[in-house]
């Protein structure tokens, strides 16, 4: 498919002419960051490594690009800009039209990360009005929301595909340059003053990068400031810029109008070759790369490499030094003087404030209609899930099928019971994903102001425990109950069913409490499943409980299999008698006739409230591990 948007450019003057935008002007003073590295828990022999080093400049309504090498700062410069970057270590002040930036910039300005961060499994138009009905405020009518997303359907070029899914590993979705627009657009909803985007060009062919710069230079001539971080663009695309901005291991060489960019360094000494594209041959001064250097002193042939890693560093040095020997450094520090005349400068913090447009009720019911959305259009978690635990009841209740009241059955009731409960558990390993899976795209909405923690969370809570691990429950117990044969009483089998349910809900509680802050699945599900056999241990199958020693008999109580069991084996075993002892003159030792004397001598506690004991101890474990999950997420590392 195509990806010109040339097509589009009448609409989009048309529509920009009738929305005028006024970009605002950001300006960046002794801009300086550092991170610390290594050292222990106690931070001896920490290091400090610093990335970005007395950055000035200003930033116009325009396309202002930020280039450099790989690891040069381009990213986190571009987070600072845009008030994304952990405050810890941050020092200097990034100016808003001369003003501090607003404690809540990073929700009034539009940030477009580099990896794409939209809902796969819904339309172009449905992501935007997700985005709409977020972040515009309450007083916009829903009508002129919507007539504001087709607008920006028309702008980016999009009618063709909008009401076609953006796509996932699974569900063929739109290309990739429609998809980066979508992105684009999904930040374009607020119509902010400034617009940060990550390295726009990642993952895109030539053609496809070209389209989606020439769509934000037509945005940035109509007074929109752009500012983006890029790595190697063709000359197509470096053409476009307005204001170049070039770093080396966080160090400015260049600040100003990207056209007289090589007209400068033409000035200090290295020309570029003829035909050669300008961004290769920054790369190639900055490597200290012979055929773009005129004075180098270096032997092209010397293979020596610590004289190569000597000639790069001073050749740094001397970019450094030329530039703040430069005019153009000059009349920056001249013209950021002017904006900060007469203003008073902070010398606190920068702070971090996420500010909403939107009420808790109705982030809430936008959040979960999505989620629920995206959870039916992904058949691998519901339909696939639903299917498992067919196949499984089916399985269990065809190997224990219709269990008798003698001795054996007495065995294959205890281990139907026990493998149903295990089963429970181990299924709960899928939730693991729930965060995991979308946290890239949940920490952007996040800072973004799209919607509060505790929304997000509990509309995945929501989804989870009703789709899949309720619906499962009931239909698991339906099947393997009655094709077991386990007690045949109304309230018998519902006891099991909430049994089973409960089992399912603090399993699952605990695998989110333990994956809310990992970042990969597969280190999650290593500590689920080591968790989980331990708990396995002291369920009540492989070692009799009473026999265990006291120093190691407390473990139990944080079995959850432990507690299933025991409300399991309580409900089906209490009234069972498994042999007539009624004519037996002299019992024999050992002999179990009635299901109460095997509960007995299996240490359970089958009163009444023993029943129900285990239930409250399992709904207490899930509050509890549900509050460890919240907090984790509430306090994970969203600034980088």
Known sequence: MSESVAMDEPKLNGASKQQSLHGATVSFH??????????????????TKDILIDLNGVMKPGLNAIMGATGSGKSSFLDVLAARKDPAGLSGEVLIDGAPQPPN??????????????????????????????????????????????RLIQELGLTKVADS?????????????????????????????????????????ASTANSVLLLLKRMASHGRTIILSIHQPRYAIYRLFDSLTLLVNGKQVYHGPAQTALDYFADIGYTCEPHNNPADFFLDVINGDSTAVAFSSADKDDPDADAVSTSRRGIEDNLVQEYRSSSHYKQTKAELE??????????????????????????????????????????QTSIAQVAVTLFLALVVGAIFFDVQDDRSGLQNRFGALFFITVNQCFSSVSSAELFITERKLFIHEYISGYYRVSVY?????????????TIPAIIFSCVAYFMIGFKATVDAFFTFMVSVALVAYTATSMTMAISADQSVVAIANIFMTIT???????????????????????LKYFSIPRYGLAALQINEFVGLRICDDRNITVRPPGLICTGEEYLEDQGVDYSPWGLWQNHVALATMTVCFLSIAYLKLRFIKKFT
């Open 30 to 47: 002794n801009i300086h960051y550092a991170v610390r590295q290594g050292g222990g828990c106690l931070r001896r022999g920490a290091t």
């Open 105 to 150: 910039f990073k929700c009034l300005s539009g940030y477009v990360v580099q990896d794409d961060v939209v809902m796969g499994t819904l339309t172009v138009r449905e992501n935007f009005s997700f985005s709409a009905a977020l972040r515009l405020p309450s007083s916009i009518s829903q009508k002129e929301k919507e007539e504001k997303v087709n």
């Open 532 to 554: 989980f056999v331990f708990m396995m241990i002291f369920a009540g199958l492989l070692v009799n409980l009473p026999s265990i020693a006291s120093w190691l008999a407390w």
């Open 457 to 469: 969370f509990l509309t995945k809570i929501l989804s989870d425990i009703i789709t899949l691990r």
């Open 338 to 379: 002017r904006i900060v005349m007469g203003k008073e400068t902070s010398s606190r913090p920068p702070s971090r404030t996420i500010t909403y447009n939107t009420g808790f009720f109705t982030q809430f019911r936008w959040v979960l209609k999505r989620t629920f959305r995206n959870l039916m259009l992904n058949p």
């Open 165 to 205: 899914k953006v796509g996932t590993q699974l569900i063929r979705g739109i290309s990739g340059g429609e998809r980066k627009r979508t992105n684009i657009g999904m930040e374009l909803i607020i119509d902010p003053s400034v617009l940060f985007l990550d390295e726009p060009t990642t993952g895109l062919d």
